[in-house]
Protein backbone atom coordinates (compact mmCIF):
# COMPACT_ATOMS: atom_id res chain seq x y z
CA UNK A 1 0.00 0.00 0.00
CA UNK A 2 2.65 2.13 0.71
CA UNK A 3 4.50 1.27 -2.45
CA UNK A 4 1.23 2.33 -4.23
CA UNK A 5 0.95 5.42 -2.47
CA UNK A 6 4.54 6.28 -3.44
CA UNK A 7 3.77 5.16 -7.24
CA UNK A 8 1.15 7.79 -7.71
CA UNK A 9 2.72 10.76 -5.85
CA UNK A 10 6.46 10.10 -7.71
CA UNK A 11 6.01 12.80 -10.54
CA UNK A 12 8.14 10.65 -12.69
CA UNK A 13 6.45 7.38 -12.61
CA UNK A 14 2.86 9.82 -12.56
CA UNK A 15 4.47 10.54 -16.16
CA UNK A 16 5.61 7.38 -17.15
CA UNK A 17 2.27 6.26 -16.93
CA UNK A 18 0.40 8.84 -18.11
CA UNK A 19 2.63 8.72 -21.29
CA UNK A 20 1.83 4.52 -21.59
CA UNK A 21 -1.56 5.58 -21.25
CA UNK A 22 -1.42 8.14 -24.10
CA UNK A 23 0.43 5.45 -26.17
CA UNK A 24 -2.16 3.30 -25.28
CA UNK A 25 -5.21 5.17 -25.87
CA UNK A 26 -3.60 5.85 -29.67
CA UNK A 27 -2.97 2.25 -30.62
CA UNK A 28 -6.47 1.35 -29.86
CA UNK A 29 -7.93 4.50 -31.58
CA UNK A 30 -5.76 3.63 -34.46
CA UNK A 31 -7.53 -0.26 -34.35
CA UNK A 32 -10.50 1.43 -34.22
CA UNK A 33 -9.91 3.01 -37.39
CA UNK A 34 -9.23 -0.46 -39.16
CA UNK A 35 -11.84 -2.29 -38.19
CA UNK A 36 -14.00 0.61 -38.80
CA UNK A 37 -12.54 0.89 -42.79
CA UNK A 38 -12.64 -2.78 -43.02
CA UNK A 39 -16.56 -2.99 -41.85
CA UNK A 40 -16.81 -0.25 -44.69
CA UNK A 41 -17.32 -3.00 -47.50
CA UNK A 42 -19.16 -5.62 -45.16
CA UNK A 43 -22.21 -5.82 -46.56
CA UNK A 44 -24.35 -3.48 -50.16
CA UNK A 45 -26.17 -1.99 -47.49
CA UNK A 46 -23.47 -0.07 -46.36
CA UNK A 47 -24.10 2.58 -49.27
CA UNK A 48 -27.46 3.72 -48.55
CA UNK A 49 -26.33 4.74 -44.04
CA UNK A 50 -23.13 6.34 -46.39
CA UNK A 51 -25.13 8.17 -48.20
CA UNK A 52 -27.14 9.36 -45.18
CA UNK A 53 -24.43 10.58 -42.94
CA UNK A 54 -22.76 12.24 -46.25
CA UNK A 55 -26.02 14.44 -46.46
CA UNK A 56 -25.50 15.18 -42.47
CA UNK A 57 -22.15 15.82 -42.49
CA UNK A 58 -21.59 17.58 -46.26
CA UNK A 59 -25.41 19.41 -47.52
CA UNK A 60 -26.11 20.61 -43.35
CA UNK A 61 -22.46 22.25 -43.31
CA UNK A 62 -22.55 24.40 -46.64
CA UNK A 63 -24.09 27.28 -44.75
CA UNK A 64 -21.62 27.77 -42.06
CA UNK A 65 -18.39 26.70 -44.65
CA UNK A 66 -19.58 29.50 -47.02
CA UNK A 67 -19.98 31.99 -44.38
CA UNK A 68 -16.57 31.59 -42.56
CA UNK A 69 -15.21 31.06 -46.13
CA UNK A 70 -16.13 34.53 -47.67
CA UNK A 71 -14.85 36.26 -44.40
CA UNK A 72 -12.15 34.92 -43.92
CA UNK A 73 -11.16 35.57 -47.98
CA UNK A 74 -12.23 39.26 -47.05
CA UNK A 75 -9.94 39.27 -43.74
CA UNK A 76 -7.34 38.10 -45.91
CA UNK A 77 -7.76 40.26 -48.96
CA UNK A 78 -7.76 43.29 -46.16
CA UNK A 79 -4.70 42.65 -44.28
CA UNK A 80 -2.80 41.48 -47.49
CA UNK A 81 -3.43 44.33 -48.93
CA UNK A 82 -2.28 46.74 -46.54
CA UNK A 83 1.18 44.36 -46.35
CA UNK A 84 1.50 44.04 -49.71
CA UNK A 85 1.19 47.70 -50.63
CA UNK A 86 4.33 48.71 -47.89
CA UNK A 87 6.32 46.90 -50.66
CA UNK A 88 4.72 48.20 -53.63
CA UNK A 89 3.61 44.33 -54.25
CA UNK A 90 -0.41 44.68 -54.14
CA UNK A 91 -0.90 43.37 -57.34
CA UNK A 92 0.38 39.93 -55.76
CA UNK A 93 -2.89 39.62 -53.38
CA UNK A 94 -4.80 37.31 -55.69
CA UNK A 95 -1.46 35.20 -54.88
CA UNK A 96 -1.51 35.78 -51.58
CA UNK A 97 -5.36 34.69 -50.81
CA UNK A 98 -5.19 31.74 -52.73
CA UNK A 99 -2.00 30.15 -51.57
CA UNK A 100 -2.83 31.39 -48.41
CA UNK A 101 -6.26 29.24 -48.23
CA UNK A 102 -5.78 26.43 -50.44
CA UNK A 103 -2.50 25.10 -49.31
CA UNK A 104 -3.45 26.32 -44.98
CA UNK A 105 -6.56 28.17 -44.06
CA UNK A 106 -9.16 25.93 -46.17
CA UNK A 107 -8.15 22.74 -45.14
CA UNK A 108 -7.49 23.65 -40.88
CA UNK A 109 -11.31 25.88 -40.71
CA UNK A 110 -13.19 23.60 -42.73
CA UNK A 111 -11.89 20.71 -40.54
CA UNK A 112 -12.57 22.44 -37.07
CA UNK A 113 -15.55 23.86 -38.36
CA UNK A 114 -16.59 20.21 -39.45
CA UNK A 115 -15.24 19.04 -36.26
CA UNK A 116 -17.73 21.55 -33.87
CA UNK A 117 -20.92 20.68 -36.29
CA UNK A 118 -20.86 17.39 -37.00
CA UNK A 119 -18.10 16.04 -35.10
CA UNK A 120 -19.72 17.14 -31.74
CA UNK A 121 -23.02 15.22 -32.82
CA UNK A 122 -21.01 11.91 -33.56
CA UNK A 123 -19.97 11.99 -30.55
CA UNK A 124 -22.99 12.95 -28.50
CA UNK A 125 -25.19 10.87 -30.59
CA UNK A 126 -23.28 7.64 -29.93
CA UNK A 127 -22.54 8.42 -26.48
CA UNK A 128 -26.29 8.40 -25.65
CA UNK A 129 -27.47 5.12 -27.69
CA UNK A 130 -23.79 3.79 -25.51
CA UNK A 131 -25.64 4.52 -22.33
CA UNK A 132 -29.00 3.87 -22.92
CA UNK A 133 -27.94 0.36 -24.00
CA UNK A 134 -29.00 0.46 -27.69
CA UNK A 135 -25.71 -0.46 -28.84
CA UNK A 136 -25.82 -3.15 -26.75
CA UNK A 137 -29.14 -4.17 -28.16
CA UNK A 138 -27.78 -3.63 -31.58
CA UNK A 139 -25.39 -6.67 -30.49
CA UNK A 140 -28.24 -8.66 -29.59
CA UNK A 141 -29.85 -8.29 -32.69
CA UNK A 142 -27.25 -9.59 -34.71
CA UNK A 143 -26.17 -5.95 -35.71
CA UNK A 144 -22.25 -5.23 -35.54
CA UNK A 145 -22.75 -1.55 -33.79
CA UNK A 146 -19.34 -0.46 -35.58
CA UNK A 147 -20.58 -1.27 -39.42
CA UNK A 148 -24.04 0.01 -38.59
CA UNK A 149 -22.18 3.42 -36.63
CA UNK A 150 -18.78 4.10 -36.92
CA UNK A 151 -18.23 3.17 -40.51
CA UNK A 152 -20.67 5.06 -42.44
CA UNK A 153 -19.33 7.92 -40.37
CA UNK A 154 -15.84 7.50 -41.60
CA UNK A 155 -16.51 6.77 -45.15
CA UNK A 156 -18.93 10.26 -45.30
CA UNK A 157 -16.20 12.16 -43.79
CA UNK A 158 -13.54 10.78 -46.33
CA UNK A 159 -16.05 12.08 -48.86
CA UNK A 160 -17.25 15.23 -47.80
CA UNK A 161 -13.65 16.87 -45.91
CA UNK A 162 -11.99 17.41 -49.51
CA UNK A 163 -15.38 18.82 -51.14
CA UNK A 164 -16.04 21.09 -48.26
CA UNK A 165 -12.55 22.24 -48.54
CA UNK A 166 -12.68 23.08 -52.24
CA UNK A 167 -15.61 24.62 -51.55
CA UNK A 168 -14.03 27.04 -48.80
CA UNK A 169 -11.22 27.56 -51.46
CA UNK A 170 -13.48 29.20 -53.70
CA UNK A 171 -15.73 31.18 -51.58
CA UNK A 172 -12.71 32.75 -50.19
CA UNK A 173 -10.86 33.65 -53.27
CA UNK A 174 -14.15 35.34 -54.17
CA UNK A 175 -14.17 36.69 -50.46
CA UNK A 176 -10.31 38.26 -51.11
CA UNK A 177 -11.67 39.27 -54.69
CA UNK A 178 -14.53 41.14 -53.21
CA UNK A 179 -12.17 43.41 -50.56
CA UNK A 180 -8.73 43.44 -52.85
CA UNK A 181 -10.94 44.32 -56.45
CA UNK A 182 -14.36 46.09 -55.57
CA UNK A 183 -13.20 48.15 -51.76
CA UNK A 184 -9.51 48.41 -52.73
CA UNK A 185 -9.24 49.25 -56.86
CA UNK A 186 -6.98 46.43 -57.35
CA UNK A 187 -6.99 45.25 -61.43
CA UNK A 188 -9.50 42.54 -61.89
CA UNK A 189 -7.62 40.96 -64.54
CA UNK A 190 -4.31 41.61 -62.22
CA UNK A 191 -6.07 39.65 -59.27
CA UNK A 192 -7.06 36.44 -61.72
CA UNK A 193 -3.48 36.69 -63.69
CA UNK A 194 -1.94 36.07 -60.29
CA UNK A 195 -3.88 33.43 -59.16
CA UNK A 196 -3.29 31.45 -62.68
CA UNK A 197 0.27 31.91 -62.42
CA UNK A 198 0.92 31.08 -58.99
CA UNK A 199 -1.27 28.33 -57.72
CA UNK A 200 0.12 24.89 -58.86
CA UNK A 201 -1.20 21.40 -58.91
CA UNK A 202 1.24 20.51 -56.16
CA UNK A 203 -0.77 23.21 -53.85
CA UNK A 204 -4.17 21.90 -54.59
CA UNK A 205 -2.72 18.55 -53.70
CA UNK A 206 -1.46 19.10 -50.47
CA UNK A 207 -4.61 20.80 -49.31
CA UNK A 208 -6.69 18.01 -50.33
CA UNK A 209 -4.22 15.67 -48.75
CA UNK A 210 -4.40 17.44 -45.60
CA UNK A 211 -8.32 17.59 -45.52
CA UNK A 212 -8.92 13.65 -46.56
CA UNK A 213 -6.25 13.08 -42.92
CA UNK A 214 -8.40 15.55 -41.27
CA UNK A 215 -11.51 13.95 -42.19
CA UNK A 216 -10.14 10.72 -41.39
CA UNK A 217 -9.21 12.31 -37.81
CA UNK A 218 -12.33 14.08 -36.94
CA UNK A 219 -14.65 11.20 -37.51
CA UNK A 220 -12.23 8.39 -35.96
CA UNK A 221 -12.24 10.04 -32.51
CA UNK A 222 -15.23 11.72 -32.68
CA UNK A 223 -16.99 8.04 -33.03
CA UNK A 224 -14.28 6.33 -30.58
CA UNK A 225 -15.33 8.68 -27.57
CA UNK A 226 -18.60 7.85 -28.67
CA UNK A 227 -18.76 4.70 -28.66
CA UNK A 228 -16.23 4.19 -25.74
CA UNK A 229 -18.49 6.43 -23.09
CA UNK A 230 -19.09 3.54 -20.68
CA UNK A 231 -15.63 3.61 -19.76
CA UNK A 232 -15.10 6.66 -18.77
CA UNK A 233 -13.41 6.92 -15.24
CA UNK A 234 -14.40 10.97 -14.55
CA UNK A 235 -18.34 10.29 -15.23
CA UNK A 236 -21.17 8.65 -15.66
CA UNK A 237 -24.79 8.45 -17.23
CA UNK A 238 -25.41 11.98 -19.32
CA UNK A 239 -22.75 13.52 -18.08
CA UNK A 240 -19.93 10.97 -19.46
CA UNK A 241 -21.34 11.89 -22.77
CA UNK A 242 -20.93 15.28 -21.89
CA UNK A 243 -17.56 14.66 -21.46
CA UNK A 244 -16.81 12.42 -24.34
CA UNK A 245 -18.10 15.11 -26.32
CA UNK A 246 -15.94 17.94 -25.32
CA UNK A 247 -13.00 15.50 -25.59
CA UNK A 248 -13.82 14.74 -29.10
CA UNK A 249 -14.26 18.18 -30.04
CA UNK A 250 -10.61 18.84 -28.15
CA UNK A 251 -8.26 16.13 -29.34
CA UNK A 252 -9.70 16.43 -33.00
CA UNK A 253 -8.94 19.86 -33.13
CA UNK A 254 -5.40 19.10 -31.39
CA UNK A 255 -4.49 16.74 -33.48
CA UNK A 256 -5.78 18.27 -36.65
CA UNK A 257 -3.18 21.14 -35.91
CA UNK A 258 -0.10 18.35 -35.22
CA UNK A 259 -1.38 16.46 -38.40
CA UNK A 260 -1.40 19.64 -40.55
CA UNK A 261 2.21 20.69 -38.85
CA UNK A 262 3.84 17.33 -39.42
CA UNK A 263 2.17 16.87 -43.58
CA UNK A 264 3.57 20.33 -44.19
CA UNK A 265 6.82 19.62 -42.85
CA UNK A 266 7.25 16.65 -45.31
CA UNK A 267 5.65 18.17 -48.25
CA UNK A 268 7.70 21.56 -48.02
Known sequence: MQQHTGFQTNPIAALGRSTIDFISSLGEIF??????????FS?????TKIVRQTYFIGSKSLFVISLIGIFTGMVLGLQGYYTLVKFGSEGLLGAAVSLTLIRELGPVLT???ITGRAGSSMAAEIGVMRISDQIDALDVMDINPMAYLVSPRIAASIICFPL???LFDVIGILGGYLTGVTML?????VYFYRID???????????????????IIVATISCYQGYNTHKRKDSVGPESVS??????????????????Y??????L
Do not use: H, W, Y
Not at 32 to 37: A, D
Not at 244 to 259: D, F, Q
Open 31 to 40: LFFLEGVRLI
Open 43 to 47: SPKQL
Open 111 to 113: AIM
Open 164 to 166: LTA
Open 185 to 189: GINSG
Open 197 to 215: TSVVMSDINEGFLKSLVFG
Open 243 to 260: NSTTAAVVLSCVLILVSD
Open 262 to 267: VITSFL
